[in-house]
Every structure is written in C-alpha cells, then in structure tokens.
Antibody, heavy 118, light 110 residues
Framework: QVQLVESGGGVVQPGGSLRLSCAASGFTFSTYGMHWVRQAPGKGLEWVAFIRYDGSNKYYADSVKGRFTISRDNSKNTLYLQMNSLRTEDTAVYYC???????????WGQGTLVTVSS | QTVVTQEPSFSVSPGGTVTLTCGLSSASVSTSYYPSWYQQTPGQAPRTLISGTNTRSSGVPDRFSGSILGNKAALTITGAQADDESDYYCVLYMGSGIWVFGGGTKLTVL
C-alpha cells in the first residue's frame, strides 16, 4: 500500500532554514508528480509546491516562491522541501502527497510540524 | 489573487442530504478546473474523496458524489452519517502548475 512518511520538522527561529523529507513506498515514485501542502494551526489547507515526476518542472505558491525549493531523488524514493528565510506565518503541519494523474492529491502522509518562533 | 470559496459551516441531520459547494471569486468553476474534494477530521491527515469533478477514490462510500452545479463544483452527501462530521476542502487546478484550496467547510451532523 502507498506510504508517505514526512520528517524533518521542528522549531526554528525566524529567518532560519529547515529541510523536510518525504519517504515514499508502495508505488513507483519515479512516475508520479508530488505535492507539498501545509496547514497552519486551526486553519485550512494551503497548497505549497508541486514537482513533476522527473523533477523537470517545479511550481510554487506565491507565499513561498523564492524562499522554498522542492526537489526529489528518485533513486531514494524521497521528496524534499528546502525552506529558507522562514517566517512565523510558515508555522504549520506540512504534508506530502502524490499526484493522482488528473491534477489532484491522491495519497497523503501524516504530516510533520514546523514551528517558526523566537 | 484567486479566491476559492466554500461555505464556512453547514449542518445536516443524520440520514439527510447536504450539498457543499466550491466557487471562484471571479469566474465559474467548470470541469476544466479538475475540482477535487478532501475530508479531514481533527488531528488527522486529509483523505481524498473525489477527483476530476466526480470520480470517487477507492474505498469512498457511494453516498459521496461530486458534480458541477451551476457555476460551482459541488460535493453531495446522501444519507449522512455521524462519522461524516468533518472538515471538507475542495481544491481547483488553476493551470500552469498552480492549485488553490478553498477555505474549507465544517460539517456538523446533528
């Protein structure tokens, strides 16, 4: 069965950096686009970034463009999110999800909490 | 700035039918936006219900259905059950690799 396991969350000061990972199993990772989606405490879901199956194209929400970088290592079945210049408003649970092929998030991980605070 | 609109809250009686909607602030939602729907209970990851307007994900009961109603995407729950009490989110594909979530609807079954 599909499994997505996020890691790398934690507490970081404003202006700091963090790298999240998402380990995938149960499907052919190298043939699926992947998303990052976040949820601030008590708030709704926010799409963050998408990477095509081969890493050839990457897309970002305006709120993170220029600060976050999505990447993947298909040899390791792992998705990444490098987060730089973090702000307090980036505090959220970050979920990875695989793309179902017709522009939707098919399966979701359990999420990892990022807290940006001084 | 694209805004995807959802009702903030809704209530339904057990066994009743409810339709949640997903709209756009400045356009009509069509199948070209590939609307999808997600269910989330507190402390849990989202669960995918509907993709591509009306395709149920594996394991999703057939009391959940998706459609386009007028100028909005819609999620209808027919014969609501107590464990349908959740937050429901839609997301629209805006093209050019961009997705936008609605603000979510908190559904109460009582």
């Amino acid at each position: 069965q599909v499994q997505l396991v996020e890691s790398g969350g934690g507490v970081v000061q404003p202006g700091g950096s963090l790298r999240l990972s998402c380990a995938a199993s149960g499907f052919t990772f190298s043939t699926y686009g992947m998303h990052w989606v976040r949820q601030a405490p008590g708030k709704g879901l926010e799409w963050v970034a998408f990477i095509r199956y081969d890493g050839s194209n990457k897309y970002y929400a305006d709120s993170v463009k220029g600060r976050f970088t999505i990447s993947r290592d298909n040899s390791k079945n792992t998705l990444y999110l490098q987060m730089n210049s973090l702000r307090t408003e980036d505090t959220a649970v970050y979920y990875c999800a695989n793309d179902g092929g017709i522009y939707f998030m098919a399966y979701w991980g359990q999420g990892t909490l990022v807290t940006v605070s001084s | 700035q694209t805004v995807v609109t959802q009702e903030p809250s809704f209530s339904v009686s057990p066994g009743g039918t409810v339709t949640l909607t997903c709209g756009l602030s400045s356009a009509s939602v069509s199948t070209s936006y590939y609307p999808s729907w997600y269910q989330q209970t507190p402390g849990q990851a989202p669960r995918t219900l509907i993709s591509g307007t009306n395709t149920r994900s594996s394991g999703v009961p057939d009391r959940f259905s998706g459609s386009i109603l007028g100028n909005k995407a819609a999620l209808t729950i027919t014969g609501a059950q107590a464990d349908d009490e959740s937050d429901y989110y839609c997301v629209l594909y805006m093209g050019s690799g961009i997705w936008v979530f609605g603000g979510g609807t908190k559904l109460t079954v009582l």
